[in-house]
T-cell receptor
């Protein structure tokens, strides 16, 4: 199957700093990528849909100025958590669909201290 | 928007027995229903999916059934094995195409008791 690579796998940052997470489709082009947040023992909550060459579409309740998404190429989308706070600590995971199937990155565990 | 409910949240079965997980969806326009397995600390992996023009699909020990009228679909795992222990998520989408989002259920933690 297709491969989606996410980097970094884990990151620890100080409160107030920003963190960038990359999501790459390695062997296919993805005009659309999806960013999810997953709390421990909970489901995948869609944060936003990343669209190549245009603005991301954010789900209700997600602050677009806090979670900046850039999809500058057909194989790369980035999520930047700005001015991170401890409550932003979570597992962030991206996804891209090739045909019907959705492929996921390995996820990024963000810890804000 | 679409809302997907999943039950049960936890399920324990004896090795060799069957496990059934059920999901309901709200948007009658949804026409693609995948199931994902997520092991601890790993990414979700597709295990089976079904489209709205099919009522049942089977792949070895795994099967999915779909009732469009009732807007519910189920995952059936037979002859369960310890490696089936994981969290399972159902999902729904209004399109088969890559630019449509998946809405996930809340997940079921399946534990297989040896």
């Amino acid at each position: 199957g297709a491969v989606v690579s996410q980097h970094p796998s884990w990151v620890i940052c100080k409160s107030g700093t920003s963190v960038k997470i990359e999501c790459r489709s390695l062997d296919f082009q993805a005009t659309t990528m999806f960013w999810y947040r997953q709390f421990p023992k909970q489901s995948l909550m869609l944060m936003a849909t990343s669209n190549e060459g245009s603005k991301a579409t954010y789900e209700q309740g997600v602050e677009k100025d806090k979670f900046l998404i850039n999809h500058a190429s057909l194989t790369l989308s980035t999520l930047t958590v700005t001015s991170a706070h401890p409550e932003d600590s979570s597992f962030y995971i991206c996804s891209a669909r090739q045909g019907t199937e959705a492929f996921f990155g390995q996820g990024t565990r963000l810890t804000v201290v | 928007g679409e809302n997907v409910e999943q039950h049960p949240s936890t399920l324990s079965v004896q090795e060799g027995d069957s496990a059934v997980i059920k999901c309901t969806y709200s948007d009658s326009a949804s026409n693609y229903f995948p199931w994902y397995k997520q092991e601890l600390g790993k990414r979700p992996q597709l295990i089976i999916d079904i489209r709205s023009n099919v009522g049942e699909k089977k792949d070895q020990r795994i099967a999915v059934t779909l009732n469009k009228t009732a807007k519910h679909f189920s995952l059936h795992i037979t002859e369960t094995q310890p490696e089936d222990s994981a969290v399972y998520f159902c999902a729904a989408s209004i399109s088969n195409f890559g630019n449509e989002k998946l809405t996930f259920g809340t997940g079921t933690r399946l534990t297989i008791i040896p």
